[in-house]
């Protein structure tokens, strides 16, 4: 190793050096030339093909002596109070499992559009946005072309077929809205699912957009709408409780087969999304489906709910689990050893955690809502 190059690997065991300083993933081995930060590998190809600058291996190619003294001189920690001084609370800041748009689109606006290096006016804080965005359509599955709306004032996300005078189509209010996305699911790497609780079900919304910065400007006015929501129903609640609330992932989404309450009907292959926000297991015939076919409240174990590894005796499948709760027991089979144990880590985390009144007065909306 070359005298230079002995001097990078010190920088890199510097604490603020040891992970990438656009997703946060630990070892980053590259370093930003132009802005004196090192990232990882995928982070490095956004430096590389924008406007942003050079990118080097610190492993594979040769630094000179007035590189290695600006990295030193800049490094992750200095960049991040120059460009990072003045991130909306509200916006989204990805990590190293998240989609490739969402650190583009960071990466892009925190070097190339320097939007979070001042205090000035955030093109996502907005009261009224409306666009096109591509929207599957219930019917045949298609994505078409769909002109959306929000309005702080009305609380509301609303969609029209083609222009206002016709009405919209459908309405998402801000209360209930959650946003994701879903890259995978949707097979686009734009893809963004919003969904809503509507009559008791949760709704979804399955968009994209061919430009990355939009859809992440979407995104993040959206979160900015259900920021100031939160702000305003819980006044007395500190923002770090807030924020977790803005949108959420699913802790886990896949296919598992179900049986019925007796547990001798078949076995039948169902989507699940396991929402450990709201404590609520949903199944879907398909994933993509807008409404899901059932569900169940998964509260904790101080209140008879419990996660198990197994199933009834004589069954003939493996990879099993079983949910009991107050009123019944539920038993799935997973695709594999794998994926049951992903399952039950994810599981067993929500029934684990204490219930708060929030979540009681929801078990018993959620159960009234399933009876019907």
Not at 254 to 274: C, H, I
Not at 325 to 342: G, S
Request: hydrophobic letters at 30%; a positive charge; proline letters at 5%.
């Amino acid at each position: 190793m070359s005298y230079h190059n002995y001097n990078i690997a010190e920088l890199l065991k510097l604490p603020e050096n040891s992970q990438c300083a656009d997703c946060g993933k630990p070892d980053p081995v590259w370093a930003s030339c132009n802005i004196g930060v090192f990232v990882c590998l995928q982070c490095s190809g956004v430096h590389r093909i924008s406007a942003i600058g050079k990118v080097k291996s610190t492993q594979l190619d040769n630094m000179d002596h007035d590189l290695v003294e600006f990295m030193r001189s800049h490094g992750n920690q200095k960049a991040k109070k120059e460009y990072e001084a003045c991130v909306p609370p509200f916006y989204y800041r990805p990590t190293e499992n998240d989609c490739m748009v969402l650190k583009e689109q960071w990466i892009r606006a925190k070097y190339e559009r320097r939007e979070f290096t001042s205090n000035r006016n955030s093109a996502y804080a907005v009261e009224y946005k409306e666009g096109f965005l591509l929207k599957k359509g219930r019917d045949n599955g298609q994505f078409l072309k769909r002109l959306f709306e929000f309005s702080e004032s009305e609380g509301l996300l609303k969609y029209y077929t083609k222009e206002k005078r016709f009405g919209p189509k459908g309405k998402i209010p801000i209360q209930s809205l959650n946003a994701m996305f879903q890259v995978d699911k949707i097979k686009h790497p734009h893809g963004l699912e919003i969904t809503c609780v509507e009559g008791g079900r949760t709704r979804s919304v399955y968009v994209y957009h061919k430009d990355g910065e939009e859809i992440v400007t979407w995104f993040n006015v959206l979160r900015s709408a259900r920021f100031n929501y939160l702000k305003k129903t819980f006044p007395e609640t500190q923002e770090a409780e807030l924020l977790p609330k803005i949108t959420r992932n699913y802790a886990k989404s896949g296919y598992m087969a179900k049986t019925g309450p007796t547990q001798k009907e078949p076995f039948k292959k169902r989507w699940f999304n396991l929402d450990s926000e709201e404590r609520k297991l949903l199944y879907y015939k398909k994933p993509l489906d807008p409404y899901e076919q059932g569900g169940l409240f998964i509260g904790s174990h101080k209140c008879g709910y419990q996660v198990s590894e197994g199933l009834p005796k004589g069954s003939k499948w493996d990879a099993g689990i079983i949910i009991k709760t107050p009123d019944r027991e539920f038993v799935f089979t997973c695709e594999n050893t794998r994926e049951q144990k992903e399952w039950l880590e994810a599981l067993r985390q929500i029934v684990l955690r204490p219930m708060t009144t929030q979540d009681t007065t929801e078990e018993v909306s959620f159960r009234k809502s399933t009876k019907k």
